[in-house]
């Protein structure tokens, strides 16, 4: 009986159970490692020489506006007992600022990946299932119910904090404000506003009364369904804005997308001149010490300003060059030694 446990529980006597596929075991000697370091070491340095220069030519003109020092113009607007301050910030612009140009926003010390902020949201009532609209999910605690137990929409940490300064473009020109156009569309990821979101359907034709028995989070100066009252196919969950804020940062210190400027007079950049950008500030990030800052930016086809990425290449390809030419040098001694000896 022993002898026949012990063979019902041996593997299949197969090759692969048994271990007798053919297999490649090459040998590492000195004619292939040291070529295949160099071949590898001159191919990084090649791209992060590509990377550094491209870099070098994407142009960023980045602007804080924290209001942090009495000097700064939007110093008056600091303090949660301010509403409704408006504060520009003038910059010029020596040639033209080749296009597209992308405007963003950064802000600092901002923890979006902190965890219990990460999954403090309802993705059912994102994706527009009205039923949890009135039965929002414990998750968004402490931002399920209102102070009347009414059910907040969106609820959760995430929307509650959505960054909702408003910002508008002039360039002056004649002494008069010519508006920049600032497109705020597009700017969203492809899957959060074609699968991961969605807009619940209209109620006797309205939109509004979808939201019928909610509030708006105890931050929003306005309900979901008019974010935008002057397009209706970027409102609701479907706000491109608000789309990219509920798409959490890695890092404490990043930066969001808020628009292009990519049309009329524009669509080529912005042409050399004088600037101004008028600031609607409302939302308050000293009392954690964080700063916030405007910048626009150009891309290329590595996408934005990126110094990091080419450096990094840059290193590691001197890196193998230099362990190339370490390992062609104790080769060289020691393989011309041994044939002295052998003499």
Not at 42 to 55: D, K, P, Q, R
């Given at each position: 009986?022993?002898?026949?446990?012990?063979?019902?529980?041996?593997?299949?006597?197969?090759a692969?159970?048994?271990?007798?596929?053919?297999?490649?075991?090459?040998?590492?000697?000195?004619?292939?490692?040291?070529?295949?370091?160099?071949?590898?070491?001159?191919?990084?340095?090649?791209?992060?020489?590509?990377?550094?220069?491209?870099?070098q030519?994407?142009?960023?003109?980045?602007?804080?506006?924290?209001?942090?020092?009495?000097?700064?113009s939007?110093?008056?607007?600091?303090?949660?007992?301010?509403?409704?301050?408006?504060?520009?910030?003038?910059?010029?612009?020596?040639?033209?600022?080749?296009?597209p140009?992308?405007?963003?926003?950064?802000?600092?010390?901002?923890?979006?990946?902190?965890?219990?902020?990460?999954?403090?949201?309802?993705?059912?009532?994102?994706?527009?299932?009205?039923?949890?609209?009135?039965?929002?999910?414990?998750?968004?605690?402490?931002?399920?119910?209102?102070?009347?137990n009414?059910?907040?929409?969106?609820?959760?940490?995430?929307?509650?904090?959505m960054?909702?300064d408003?910002?508008?473009?002039?360039?002056?020109?004649?002494?008069?404000?010519?508006?920049?156009?600032?497109?705020r569309?597009?700017?969203?990821?492809?899957?959060?506003?074609?699968?991961?979101?969605?807009?619940?359907?209209?109620?006797?034709?309205?939109?509004?009364?979808?939201?019928?028995?909610?509030?708006?989070?105890?931050?929003?100066?306005?309900?979901?369904?008019?974010?935008?009252?002057?397009?209706?196919?970027?409102?609701?969950?479907?706000?491109?804005?608000?789309?990219?804020?509920?798409?959490?940062?890695?890092?404490?210190?990043?930066?969001?997308?808020?628009?292009?400027?990519?049309?009329?007079?524009?669509?080529?950049?912005?042409?050399?001149?004088?600037?101004?950008?008028?600031?609607?500030?409302?939302?308050?990030?000293m009392?954690?010490?964080?700063?916030?800052?405007?910048?626009?930016?150009?891309?290329?086809?590595?996408?934005?300003?990126?110094?990091?990425?080419?450096?990094?290449?840059?290193?590691?390809?001197?890196?193998?060059?230099?362990?190339?030419?370490?390992?062609?040098?104790?080769?060289?001694?020691?393989?011309?030694t041994?044939?002295d000896?052998?003499?």
């Open positions: 009986m022993k002898a026949e446990s012990e063979t019902s529980n041996r593997p299949d006597n197969t692969f159970t048994q271990q007798r596929l053919p297999a490649w075991q090459p040998i590492l000697s000195a004619g292939i490692v040291i070529p295949g370091f160099t071949l590898i070491g001159a191919a990084f340095i090649g791209i992060g020489v590509a990377l550094f220069v491209t870099s030519k994407i142009t960023v003109l980045e602007t804080d506006y924290t209001g942090a020092k009495p000097t700064d939007c110093f008056q607007c600091t303090g949660y007992a301010v509403e409704n301050c408006v504060c520009y910030v003038n910059f010029s612009v020596s040639s033209l600022f080749q296009g140009v992308f405007f963003y926003y950064g802000l600092s010390n901002y923890y979006q990946n902190f965890r219990t902020y990460g999954v403090s949201k309802d993705g059912y009532q994102l994706s527009g299932d009205t039923y949890y609209f009135l039965n929002p999910q414990s998750t968004c605690s402490p931002y399920q119910y209102d102070s009347n009414m059910p907040i929409v969106p609820c959760g940490s995430i929307a509650n904090s960054f909702n408003t910002f508008k473009l002039y360039q002056i020109v004649n002494g008069g404000m010519k508006q920049v156009p600032l497109d569309k597009g700017i969203a990821w492809w899957t959060d506003y074609n699968i991961k979101y969605g807009n619940p359907a209209p109620v006797n034709g309205s939109f509004a009364k979808a939201f019928t028995g909610t509030v708006k989070p105890m931050n929003w100066s306005v309900p979901a369904y008019d974010l935008d009252p002057t397009d209706q196919a970027n409102n609701g969950f479907l706000n491109q804005n608000f789309l990219v804020w509920m798409r959490q940062a890695a890092l404490p210190n990043f930066q969001k997308l808020y628009a292009r400027i990519t049309e009329g007079d524009y669509s080529q950049g912005l042409p050399a001149g004088n600037y101004s950008l008028v600031i609607n500030y409302s939302y308050q990030v009392s954690f010490g964080g700063t916030k800052k405007v910048i626009f930016s150009n891309v290329s086809w590595m996408g934005g300003k990126n110094q990091f990425l080419g450096i990094a290449y840059l290193v590691i390809g001197s890196l193998c060059i230099v362990m190339a030419i370490v390992m062609l040098i104790v080769y060289a001694k020691y393989k011309f041994d044939d000896d052998d003499i």
